[in-house]
Structures are given as structure tokens and as C-alpha cells.
């Protein structure tokens, strides 16, 4: 059963259209992470919630936002999408708790910018 | 900022031979973590290391968390054609149970029938 879902698993947009993705969990983690991921490269963090606790990286750029309206959901909306925005976008989840670290991932969406 | 070094880059290997990757650190991190990641899916976790010493197994699949904490590594041993794929290692270096992890860049490996 899948325990981190991303919808959609491809997504197209127009240069300078907003757009939303989203990412739900079943495992009841406190922390959920968006990730950026081009080509061959490593993923990138973006930011992560614990709770409701909002934690942006200093780099990511102010055209992405995220929401978390409950535990089981979270958000990435790009305001603006330019050609350089195109990539894997990951959502990742850990339990917050525990020592435990260990994150888990979904299985992205592929976004496109024309 | 704290980088990992994860070597080799790439690797082509034939069926059946064991494969055998790293990553390095100048600095301590508390957790290793091993991923596979497969073309246009999200990275799978393998291995999880909590311990300085750590040797576990999963599978044909074995991981060593380094003594100094500075490094890992993950053998697979008798390679199958579904091994293909990048295997990233990731670090967690705070005192938290949650936050950034470091990733190394990747291994890309290739097995030939």
C-alpha cells in the first residue's frame, strides 16, 4: 500500500501559471519535506513542515510556497513557473520522533514548464 | 557546509558480480541512510545505519556505518538486471530526530545481462 502519494504524477504548465502539487501520507509522520530534483543530480531541499511548524531553506526561492492544512497533507505551489523550475519535485515524510531521521519518500511529479 | 563524496560516479558490471559503493565525509554524521532510486520514481530507502559500527543486511544488500562516522558503504552482491539504477547515500548530522539530510551524488549503475 502506498504510504507517500504525489498527484499528479505529471504535470505541465505554461510559463508564469500557477500551479499546485500535492502529497498525502498514510503513516501519520510530524514532518513532511519538498525536494527538487533535476536530472542525475541529487534532490534538493526545499523546505519541511514539523507539524505546523514552516522550515524554509535560506536558497529556495520565493516563488515556492507550501501549505499544510492537516498531518496527512501537504502542498507545493509555484506562484510564477519559469523554464528553470522544471524537474522531479519530491515529497518526503519522517516521523519526527524516536531518533529516527529516516525519511520517506513518494514517488514525485514530473513537472513540465513550457 | 557539510558535503558528502560518494564514489564511483558510475559503474557497468555484468550479471552476477558484486558491486561495491561509498561515501565520505569530512564531518560526523549521527545517520546513514542508503536509497535506489529507479528513472521517474522517487528514491527507495534500502538501508538505514544508526550506529557507529552498524553492519546490516538486507537481502543481497549490506551496509556499514563507518566507525569514525564519516563514512558508509553498501555492497550488493550477485547483481541482477533489476540493480540498475542510482543509488544515493544521505547523512543526517543533528541533534534533531528530523531536518536536512545531506546527499552524496549518486552512483549510476548498470548491469549487462
Known amino acids: 500500500d502506498a504510504m507517500v502519494i504525489q498527484n499528479p504524477r505529471y504535470q505541465v504548465t505554461q510559463f508564469g501559471k500557477p500551479v499546485t502539487l500535492s502529497c498525502s501520507q498514510t503513516l501519520n509522520h510530524n514532518v513532511m519535506y519538498w525536494y527538487q530534483q533535476k536530472s542525475s543530480q541529487a534532490p534538493k531541499l526545499l523546505f519541511h513542515?514539523?507539524?505546523?511548524?514552516?522550515?524554509n531553506e535560506a536558497d529556495t526561492p520565493d516563488n515556492f510556497q507550501s501549505r499544510r492544512p492537516n498531518t496527512s497533507f501537504c502542498f507545493l505551489d509555484i506562484r510564477s513557473p519559469g523554464l528553470g523550475d522544471a524537474a522531479m519535485y519530491l515529497c518526503a515524510t519522517s516521523p519526527g520522533t524516536g531518533h529516527i531521521p529516516t525519511q520517506y519518500f513518494g514517488p514525485g511529479t514530473r513537472l513540465t514548464v513550457l | 557546509g557539510q558535503q558528502l563524496n560518494q564514489s564511483p560516479q558510475s559503474m557497468f558490471i555484468q550479471e552476477g558480480e558484486d558491486v561495491s559503493m561509498n561515501c565520505t565525509s569530512s564531518s560526523i554524521f549521527n545517520t546513514w541512510l542508503w536509497y535506489k532510486q529507479d528513472p521517474g520514481e522517487g528514491p527507495v530507502l534500502l538501508i538505514a545505519?544508526?550506529?557507529?559500527?552498524e553492519l546490516t543486511s538486507n537481502g543481497r544488500l549490506t551496509a556499514q556505518f563507518g566507525i569514525t562516522r564519516k563514512d558508509s558503504f553498501l555492497n550488493i552482491s550477485a547483481s541482477i538486471p533489476s540493480d540498475v539504477g542510482i543509488y544515493f547515500c544521505?547523512?543526517?548530522?543533528?541533534?534533531?530526530?528530523?531536518?536536512?539530510?545531506?546527499f552524496g551524488q549518486g552512483t549510476i549503475l548498470t548491469v549487462h545481462p
Open positions: 545505519l544508526y550506529k557507529a559500527g
Open positions: 513542515y514539523y507539524d505546523k511548524d514552516f522550515n
Open positions: 544521505a547523512g543526517h548530522a543533528g541533534g534533531t530526530s528530523y531536518g536536512k539530510l545531506t
